[in-house]
């Protein structure tokens, strides 16, 4: 949990992330291991237009220790 690894998210069905992109590990070990599933945070480098899209939305600055290469949300 709370590591970054580079997914790939195709094949996508929809409005689902496509493409390979780095991804934050949400889930615990224990979860992971049990259930042969990992839940994850991709990130983009896309930024939104509207900043009310969502509040949620974290900006993440690249850094040697997260590892991105651009600026993601």
């Not at 949990?1 to 889930?27: N, Y």
């Not at 994850?40 to 899209?53: D, Q, Y």
């Amino acid at each position: 949990m709370g590591s970054i690894w580079v997914v790939t998210f195709d094949p996508s069905v929809g409005t689902e992330i496509q493409k390979t992109r780095p991804a934050l590990i949400i889930s615990g070990t224990l979860f992971n291991n049990q259930r042969s599933k990992v839940t994850v945070l991709p990130f983009t480098s896309a930024k939104p237009n509207n900043p009310r899209i969502s509040p949620a939305v974290v900006e993440v600055t690249t850094s040697a220790q997260n590892g991105l290469s651009v600026d993601s949300i």
